[in-house]
């Protein structure tokens, strides 16, 4: 019986070793199934398209800043273009504003606040006169003598942002007295 014994124990030890192996090698190949499962997400790569990059590009830009102002040609040689442009300006509506007969009843002391737009092709516009009811009720034709004043102005570049002719708009403040 010894040797029946035997043989039965080698059989329950081989059994008991290969059914060991059989539960090793599914436990393992669960869990390389579960790795492989998880992992997928990692190949996975996001297209981003150029129209998405653009407007991510587009909300960064702070357009309230310029690289460069607009511009008169003849303010290309000048170092600080935006003070050579509104020194042009100002200048258009002395001479303009001077060769006016302009009476009034009362001395008139103010600072009139023009605020100017400049597409992005370079066409000029005034966008608004903001001043004093005294001086409104003073000089009544004042609106149409500052309009008037800047309509035959010179070619203007618009402003540059990034390589690229972008709108302005900005105040220019003149004094009449």
């Not at 329950?12 to 190949?29: C, D, E, I, P």
């Not at 991510?56 to 690289?67: F, G, H």
């Not at 990034?162 to 708009?169: H, I, L, S, W």
């Amino acid at each position: 019986m010894t040797a029946v014994n035997s043989v039965i124990f080698y059989y329950q030890k081989k059994l008991y070793f290969s059914t060991s192996v059989v539960l090793s090698m599914k436990r393992l190949l669960l869990i390389a199934l579960l790795l492989c499962l998880t992992s997928c997400d990692y190949f996975n790569k996001k297209k981003i398209d150029s129209e998405t990059i653009v407007e991510e590009e587009l909300k960064s830009i702070n357009w309230n800043d310029v690289d460069e102002y607009p511009a008169f040609s003849i303010c290309d040689s000048s170092e600080n273009k935006k003070v050579c442009f509104e020194d042009v300006l100002r200048n258009r509506l002395n001479t303009n504003l001077s060769k006016q007969n302009i009476v009034v009843s009362e001395d008139v002391n103010d600072t009139v606040l023009l605020k100017i737009h400049i597409d992005n092709k370079g066409k000029f516009s005034i966008k608004d006169i903001i001043y004093s009811d005294l001086t409104k009720s003073q000089i009544p034709e004042l609106d149409s003598l500052l309009r008037h004043s800047l309509d035959s102005l010179p070619k203007i570049y618009p402003a540059i942002k990034r390589g690229q002719q972008v709108a302005t708009e900005f105040n220019l403040p003149v004094l009449i007295n």
